[in-house]
């Protein structure tokens, strides 16, 4: 298992700002993920986060919207930027541990409340 | 792309009820995992599936792997309070994990 720390929790935000969340996990992991949540709806995934690398966005997430850094093989930081109410949702970091197995741990998720 | 539809979105039901959720897939899949997420926190790994008509369960919980690796289900005997929550399965393709809508379960005590 992981323990993975996020920062913040949650935060409002005014329109036209930006927001930058953490993602710290116990232990090294090689594969880290960022996914989107909108109230009551499953979950997105926005990117994968490489380190010593640019992240890998998925259709529909631009890195100039959701630039992402991933310094080292245990933090990664996921920005929103130019924040719109639309934006409003959690975003939760999650990491595999293990390759093999593909289960995923997810941090407790930054809720985000764009005014 | 693949998709994976998860039905229903809501289920309600009377404490000490059986809850079935079903999950269906676009394509074959290489394995299907569920998560619980509870009111207010975040997704939580119950167990991964892999090979075609497995069938695992978790005291209560039963989960189903169907035999074209394309469908799977969840079903819970006996709901309690504690049952309550999202519950997600995500289905492992070619290369992406892509998460069903969930379903969404409360319950009468």
């Known amino acids: 298992s992981a323990v993975i720390s996020q920062k913040p929790s949650r935060d409002i935000c005014q329109r036209g700002t930006s927001l930058t969340i953490q993602c710290q996990v116990d232990?090294?992991?090689?594969?880290m993920f960022w996914y989107r949540q909108q109230p009551g709806q499953s979950l997105t995934l926005i990117a994968t986060?490489?380190?010593?690398?640019?992240?890998?966005?998925e259709s529909g997430f631009v890195i100039d919207k959701f630039p992402i850094s991933r310094p080292n093989l245990t933090f990664s930081t996921l920005t929103v930027s130019n924040m719109s109410p639309e934006d409003s949702s959690i975003y939760l970091c999650s990491v595999v541990i293990g390759a093999y197995t593909g289960e995923l741990f997810f941090g407790e998720g930054s809720r985000l409340t764009v005014l | 792309g693949q998709q994976v539809m998860q039905i229903p979105q809501y289920q309600h039901v009377q404490e000490g009820e059986d809850f079935t959720t079903y999950c269906n897939s676009s394509?074959?899949?290489?394995?299907i995992q569920w998560y619980k997420q509870r009111p207010g926190g975040h997704p939580v790994f119950l167990i991964q599936l892999v090979k075609s008509g497995e069938v695992k369960k978790q005291k209560r919980l039963t989960f189903q792997f169907g035999e074209a690796k394309k469908n799977s289900s969840l079903h819970i005997t006996a709901t309690q309070t504690t049952d309550v929550g999202t519950y997600f399965c995500a289905g492992k393709g070619a290369q992406k994990l892509v998460f069903g809508q969930g379903t969404r379960l409360t319950i009468n005590p």
């Open positions: 232990s090294q992991v090689t594969m």
């Open positions: 394509t074959t899949l290489s394995n």
């Open positions: 986060a490489n380190q010593g690398s640019e992240a890998t966005y």
